[in-house]
């Protein structure tokens, strides 16, 4: 088969869907397809030389005419220079707002042979779709794509009931790097954090945003905290911090909390790890699970959104209702107390991670999708 040359668009920065850009991108880099970033810095994944990966910074440049820098325009121009130059068969956008109408400008400046895949990653439907002055433009943006995908079944139904689009939109879920995200031995680091060997680890990674009802992760620790020996790590930063930091003092638990701030080998945090919580209000998929999931870390988690996709309630987790603290607790108690339970769900945890989620079962997906797109076109 022919090697492809794919352009990819998304937010550089820290979160699920830069990281899914970036891996995804890595993945076909090795697999011998040529691949273009096109974004305003350069992804924090990308942290090394790797051959077949090119990064092109788009400059946002502020002109006293305009109140708001033009990032739009910019990405687009930028795209459509890169598309034209480097030959690109196929541009890969993260987020259809504005990365599929970017996209979508991008090819009428270079050409109808330029395909377009989009992903929908989950905010630009859950959120901005409710946004009447945005809804029109992402519908707009799915229906100018030559194709659609979304990260769970649950945002492909979420954005057809919402905004009705005529596009199909195929479920390719998320993926890790499972060369990375195993089991390490990082015995030294539970005493370097001040854990003790018989104390139980609980970890939270988000953003801090307040669809992640990180305050819900404090009230269940507070809880399990009075029945069992432990530690709960909070892995992120952001705008909630402030109220949680404030929630742990009230609630006395200050010594069992740790505050770990934005962290990048987040694999050996998992490593010494017992239950993962993500409680949130909305969620897509939750890539910080399959994380989890890949280093034998079984999940407590809210039962909303794309994580029935991911966590196998009463198999390799527990799927509660948002809010239900008391209910939350009582599983993630369950869990901690009972070891042959809790090494069932660990093994079930990896083995759906492997199976379900294999990057190779993901990319080839993905692979496939492109080359459907190029030949036909
Ligand atoms: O969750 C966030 O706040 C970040 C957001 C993003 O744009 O990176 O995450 C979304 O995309 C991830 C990758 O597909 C998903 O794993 C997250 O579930 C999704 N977040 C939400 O739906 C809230």
């Given at each position: 088969m022919k090697k492809l040359k794919i352009g990819i668009t998304c937010y550089?920065?820290?979160?699920?869907s830069g990281v899914v850009a970036t891996e995804l991108g890595k993945?076909?880099?090795e697999k011998g397809h040529s691949i273009h970033f096109v974004t305003t810095s350069r992804p924090f994944r990308l942290d090394k030389m790797y051959p077949n990966i090119f990064f092109h910074e788009v400059e946002v440049n502020q002109y006293s005419v305009f109140k708001h820098p033009p990032y739009d325009l910019a990405l687009a121009s930028k795209m459509a220079e890169v598309a034209k130059r480097e030959e690109l068969d196929l541009f890969h956008v993260h987020y259809a707002v504005p990365h599929a109408i970017c996209a979508h400008l991008a090819k009428q400046?270079?050409?109808?042979?330029?395909?377009?895949v989009t992903t929908l990653h989950g905010t630009d439907?859950?959120?901005?779709?409710?946004?009447?002055?945005?809804?029109?433009?992402?519908?707009?943006g799915i229906e100018a794509s030559d194709a659609v995908t979304a990260v769970s079944?649950?945002?492909?139904?979420?954005?057809?009931?919402?905004?009705?689009?005529?596009?199909?939109?195929?479920?390719v879920y998320n993926f890790i790097d499972e060369r990375i995200y195993k089991k390490k031995n990082v015995s030294h680091l539970k005493a370097e954090?001040?854990?003790?060997?018989d104390e139980k680890v609980l970890i939270h990674v988000s953003n801090f945003r307040q669809v992640k009802r990180v305050q819900d992760v404090v009230k269940v620790f507070a809880r399990v905290a009075k029945e069992v020996k432990s530690k709960l790590l909070l892995v992120g930063d952001g705008p909630e911090m402030t109220s949680v930091c404030k929630l742990v003092k009230e609630l006395g638990i200050s010594e069992n909390v740790l505050f770990l701030g934005k962290q990048n080998h987040l694999e050996e945090l998992y490593s010494l790890s017992d239950v993962k919580l993500l409680?949130?209000?909305?969620?897509?998929?939750?890539?910080?699970?399959?994380?989890?999931?890949?280093?034998?870390?079984?999940?407590?988690a809210a039962n909303i959104g794309g994580i029935p996709e991911v966590v196998q309630d009463g198999v390799s987790g527990y799927l509660c209702d948002v809010g239900d603290i008391s209910a939350i607790a009582d599983k993630t108690i369950s869990l901690l107390t009972d070891h042959e339970l809790?090494?069932?769900?660990?093994?079930?945890?990896?083995?759906?991670?492997?199976?379900?989620?294999?990057?190779?079962?993901?990319?080839?997906?993905y692979e496939t999708l492109y080359y459907q797109l190029t030949e036909s076109g």
């Open positions: 550089p920065s820290v979160g699920g993945k076909l880099a400046m270079t050409g109808d042979h330029l395909k377009i439907i859950t959120v901005l779709g409710h946004d009447l002055s945005l809804s029109n433009m992402i519908k707009f079944k649950a945002l492909a139904d979420q954005t057809y009931e919402l905004l009705h689009p005529e596009k199909d939109i195929q479920t954090y001040g854990i003790a060997e409680l949130s209000q909305k969620e897509s998929f939750g890539l910080v699970l399959l994380e989890a999931m890949a280093c034998g870390v079984p999940c407590v809790h090494e069932r769900m660990s093994k079930e945890s990896v083995k759906i991670a492997q199976e379900t989620f294999h990057s190779a079962h993901i990319v080839k997906q």
